[in-house]
């Protein structure tokens, strides 16, 4: 036995405490949701969430983000049960991270530094890798005061000095050499993209669009009969995949990209330029929601929110909601229950919820189950036809 432990290199799961404030303007539950989504978030990651903190403040505090007794509670619990990662909901500021860091003793990260976390490991390609390093560059560099190491093994030491340079001023150089070199490499590799775009306008093209962990994937492989990666963590797809669809005869080009989230760091919008271009030049976008998810209405305004960000606002779309599957009731406002509702067949009643008709066009289907896909072919097939630059007969 204690052979086996001494060869047991199995690295240990790191533990996770979440941290939250609930604001003024908001409900306890929805500061819950945000958590769970937080929980989700660090579960993808590879860590394990051990406790959850909330707080009830006007505003968070501006130098631990939570109030001097609350801030107790949690380093006590951190020692108590040896926490390795204290993670908050919010983006902290410098000074936030060093005083939290001080009065906790261990790893304390923010959502966007988790966020990009994520994107690091989940990186494929050498653009996805280099659009997540500028990201993490960009969101590193003003937080430089609590580090005292430099970030790359190419630069430091003779010659790399000005004269009475202090250590952080050469690490912000180092960052700022390596933020210009990722961002003239990403343009190079952004301009071969848009050409490639440009081969390919004789083409329809519609671009799958929505919350992170909806079910894009899965929407994508069951048209196209690839397969894409789709499970059941956040981000699972970050690169943009550009598959030819033929339905009905008819081709046209569909696309997967990286799906969005509350709070998303403005750096990943930023640095994700070239994969939201297939977004911004689409001539149609598919617009897929979880509807299974007790939160759906305000994910939607999130990604409609995202998309006049990038001005792909007032592109033509489709609204599919899908995970049909794990729906217990057909949502429905209470004013529009009737007597005798039972009888009605479920997909009927679904058609007639007060989404359905505040969407139209709208979708429910399950592309788990292959529920109502026909229905959703046919109202691609007729979105293709509309934007198609040769007439389909």
Request: charged share 30%; aromatic share 6%.
């Amino acid at each position: 036995m204690a052979k086996d432990k001494l060869h047991d290199t199995r690295k240990k799961q790191e533990t996770a405490v979440l941290v939250g404030v609930v604001s003024q303007q908001q409900k306890i539950e929805q500061a819950e949701e945000y958590l769970d989504e937080l929980s989700f978030l660090t579960y993808t990651a590879g860590a394990r969430v051990v406790k959850r903190f909330l707080q009830r403040l006007p505003k968070p505090h501006a130098g631990t983000f939570v109030g001097e007794g609350k801030l107790q509670e949690i380093a006590a619990f951190v020692v108590e049960q040896e926490v390795d990662i204290v993670i908050f909901d919010d983006e902290l500021s410098p000074s936030q991270i060093r005083n939290l860091e001080q009065s906790l003793k261990c790893k304390i990260l923010d959502r966007s530094n988790l966020i990009l976390d994520i994107f690091a490991t989940r990186a494929r390609t050498a653009q996805a890798k280099m659009q997540v390093e500028l990201a993490q560059a960009q969101y590193l560099l003003p937080r430089l005061t609590r580090m005292w190491t430099h970030l790359t093994k190419h630069a430091g030491g003779i010659g790399t000095r000005g004269p009475g340079e202090s250590e952080i001023e050469t690490d912000r150089r180092v960052i700022r050499d390596t933020i210009s070199k990722l961002k003239a490499r990403l343009r190079e590799i952004e301009q071969q993209a848009e050409t490639r775009r440009k081969n390919r306008d004789d083409k329809v093209r519609l671009t799958l669009v929505g919350y992170t962990n909806v079910g894009k994937s899965t929407i994508l492989n069951m048209l196209s009969k690839s397969e894409v990666l789709a499970e059941d963590k956040l981000f699972a797809t970050l690169d943009s995949t550009v598959r030819k669809v033929v339905l009905d005869d008819i081709p046209f080009l569909l696309t997967d990209t990286v799906g969005f989230i509350r709070k998303l760091p403005h750096q990943l919008i930023e640095c994700f330029k070239s994969t939201l271009d297939e977004i911004r030049e689409a001539d149609a976008l598919i617009h897929v929601v979880d509807v299974s998810h007790l939160q759906f209405e305000d994910q939607i305004d999130v990604v409609n929110k995202t998309l006049e960000e990038i001005k792909a606002h007032k592109k033509p779309i489709l609204l599919v909601f899908n995970k049909i599957d794990k729906l217990v009731e057909p949502l429905r406002m209470p004013d529009e229950i009737e007597e005798g509702e039972e009888e009605i067949p479920y997909m009927d009643r679904l058609k007639n919820t007060w989404m359905a008709k505040t969407n139209a066009p709208a979708i429910f289907i399950s592309a788990e189950k292959k529920t109502n896909v026909q229905e959703l072919k046919d109202a691609v097939v007729a979105l293709v036809k509309k934007h198609a630059k040769v007439t389909y007969y």
